[in-house]
Structure formats: structure tokens, C-alpha cells
């Protein structure tokens, strides 16, 4: 298991889980078949002891054009790109994603999906009548607009 560690920032540090890294989050979706919402928490999914072993076997490089589209304000790419190499050496093609799902690029095809997931976020803490205003409201942007913040924040009261 990789231990913590503290970044320092002039006067300030932060501790950091190693569960923060490109190669956990890499992982994680093809062996859940999901992206967890304890993706970097050291609960559920996080502890699973298969993660640390395969994390050993990656190696993370830097694509400079990646980083420097990320900070070019007319891109913002979060490009990740993705190489499979197996023992024998062989590799399978390698998968590049300049603009993943959430970007505001492919924020059209991101947005049903988003619904979904907000649906599905829903149904663990409201019931269904609750749920129903919830959305009824959060679907309508002119109902959402004038509403007040006070009874906005009522709907999710438990």
C-alpha cells in the first residue's frame, strides 16, 4: 500500500492520498464497469486489493501537447490518452480522449448522462414524491430561476 504524502505551497502543505493519481482513476472504471463516486476515498471500491497491485505495473508520461492544449483557453482539452502493452510486448492500439464526456465541448451528449446520474443520486437519499420535485424543478430552468433560494433548498430536506 502507497503511503501519504505532503505537497508544500509556500506557507501551506496539503497531505494527499496516493488513491489521487492517474494511474488509480485509470483503473478504477474498467474494473467496475463504472466511475465510483468513492473513487478517491479510502471507503468501498478504494480498498480493493487488486488496485495497488495493478497500479505497480503502470507507468504514467507526460504528453506535453496535452498540457499544453489543457492551458491554451481556446482548447481546455483534458485529453488522456491510453496505451495497453502486455508481457509478451505486443500493445493494443493506443485510445486517445481530448475532450472526455464532461467537457463543455460535448456538453450535449454529457448532459443525459448527467441526468441519469442525478436520478440515480436521488433515488438513494428521497423518496419518489420527493424526487419528483426535485427534478420537476431542476429540469425547468424558468421554474429553478424563480424560485426561491429558501424553499429550493427545502426540497431536499429529509
Partial sequence: MLEAFTLEFGDSAVTVSPRL???????????TKRVPSTLFTATGVAK??????????????EDKRFTRDYHDPKKRSIANALTVEFKDGSKLKEVVCEYPIGHKRRRAEGMPILVEKFKT????RFSDKQQKAILDVCMDPAKLEAMPVNQFVDLFAV
Fill in 121 to 124: 443520486n436521488l433515488a438513494r
Fill in 48 to 61: 480493493d486489493p487488486r488496485i495497488d497491485k495493478l497500479r505497480a505495473k503502470i507507468t504514467c508520461v
Fill in 21 to 31: 493519481s492517474v494511474s488509480y482513476a485509470a483503473l478504477l472504471p474498467p474494473m
